[in-house]
């Protein structure tokens, strides 16, 4: 019904930039959100960054500053730019979507992840 396809992780050294894309296809009436999480080994997965209805943004303490989601409507389609990386940012990124479908059902679909690495 929703698939979700991420892209853009990878290495980069400490205070590099990486931008990560997240399209979402299939029968989507609206958004209700998207958002990108994070899980580190050994950590809990935690939510980093969303876009929500009426273009509301939160964003996780940690990132501030650093990171910023955007979206593309036409592709349905969310970034995550992440800039000034540290190796604390390490972690499998995942994108996450609220939808409400043609058919009027709600539904959360999560992404494969994608890994981001930084070295220090």
């Known amino acids: 019904q929703v698939q979700i396809v991420e892209s853009g992780g990878g290495l980069v050294q400490a205070g590099g930039s990486l931008r990560l894309s997240c399209a979402a296809s299939g029968s989507i009436f609206s958004f209700y959100a998207m958002s990108w999480y994070r899980e580190a080994p050994g950590k809990e997965r935690e939510r980093v960054a969303a876009?929500?209805?009426?273009?509301?943004?939160d964003y996780a303490d940690s990132v501030k500053g650093r990171f910023t989601i955007s979206k593309d409507d036409a592709k349905n389609t969310v970034y995550l730019q992440m800039n000034s990386l540290q190796p604390e940012d390490t972690a499998v990124y995942y994108c996450?979507?609220?939808?409400?479908?043609?058919?009027?059902?709600?539904?959360?679909?999560w992404g494969q992840g994608t890994l981001v690495t930084v070295s220090s």
């Open positions: 996450n979507s609220q939808v409400l479908t043609v058919g009027r059902e709600y539904l959360e679909v």
């Open positions: 876009i929500m209805t009426g273009e509301v943004i």
